[in-house]
């Protein structure tokens, strides 16, 4: 998988496999097949073709325009989760945006005040689904961290 490190100022062209450490001021636009995992932000504007998959450890604050493979966050989702379509997951101990307050998803679901000093675990951690229209979170059995965790283990 290609490495990319530091700051990219443009929307991000992602027609192969990337690791991005750094931060995406102008969002990117990621192709069929093809997968992102960020260690940073994601800011700007996000498109995720079907068959993509974005997996970002950090911050979400990006307008999420199409949503047409998987998103999975463990950080931050400044972005309302009711806005993001598509197939989108997150960490247990994330933080999200929520109608507008900031929350932190428990394991269960649960939306919880935040604290500070949240540790988001990911070598066994909960994996939630974002349900909007039942505007919470539900447990799932995913692996969309998986590769997140690879990626975090070689360069730690």
Not at 68 to 90: D, I, Q
Not at 134 to 154: K, N
Request: glycine share 12%.
């Amino acid at each position: 998988m290609r490495q990319l490190f530091g700051d990219v100022q443009t929307v991000l062209r992602v027609a192969e496999d990337l690791v991005v450490h750094g931060t995406l001021r102008a969002g990117a636009t990621v192709d069929d097949g093809c997968t992102l995992i960020v260690h940073g932000s994601v800011r700007g504007s996000l498109s995720i073709s079907a068959g993509g998959v974005v997996v970002i450890r950090g911050i979400l604050d990006a307008f999420v325009d199409g949503n047409h493979g998987k998103l999975a966050v463990a950080g931050t989702v400044s972005t309302p989760v009711e806005t993001v379509p598509g197939r989108f997951r997150v960490a247990a101990y994330s933080s999200v945006s929520v109608r507008g307050e900031n929350r932190v998803v428990s394991p269960s679901g649960v939306l919880l005040a935040v604290a500070n000093g949240i540790v988001i675990p990911l070598r066994a951690g909960t994996i939630l689904r974002w349900e909007a229209a039942a505007a919470r979170f539900h447990p799932v059995g995913d692996t969309d961290f998986r590769r997140l965790r690879r990626t975090i283990e070689e360069f730690s």
